[in-house]
């Protein structure tokens, strides 16, 4: 099992800046890449952003690319999303989630979830 724990999110102004942190623990070594997905109200959860563990090797959706980075720490087992140019449609759940296979961009290619946590960005 690998548990994954979300934690920085909370209400920014638009075209301002939030930093989401993903703690990972319990049988990490499984685990082959990290990724964000978001789901707001009403909409179905969408892929954000993932990274591989071993080699870094990014992946971002086209609707966050150029705002949104994603970074890791594998001596810390911490997964980062650096959110900039926050806009009111980057509002919704951001969750973490850990997959042990090589494909990433689907919610069904990955393994173990967080609970998420709430971002809100207000116009």
């Known amino acids: 099992q690998v548990q994954l724990v979300e934690s920085g999110g909370g209400l920014v102004q638009a075209g301002g800046s939030l930093r989401l942190s993903c703690a990972a623990s319990g049988r990490t070594f499984s685990v082959s890449a990290m990724g964000w997905f978001r789901q707001a109200s009403g909409k179905e959860r969408e892929f954000v952003a993932a990274?591989?563990?071993?080699?870094?090797?990014?992946f971002y959706a086209d609707f966050v690319k150029g705002r949104f980075t994603i970074a890791r720490d594998n001596s810390k087992n911490m997964v980062y999303l650096q959110m900039s140019s926050l806009k009111p449609e980057d509002t919704a759940v951001y969750y973490c989630?850990?997959?042990?296979?090589?494909?990433?961009?689907?919610?069904?290619?990955?393994?173990?979830w967080g609970l998420g946590t709430q971002v809100t960005v207000s116009s």
């Open positions: 989630a850990a997959a042990r296979g090589a494909l990433l961009l689907t919610s069904s290619d990955y393994n173990y």
């Open positions: 990274i591989t563990w071993s080699s870094g090797s990014t």
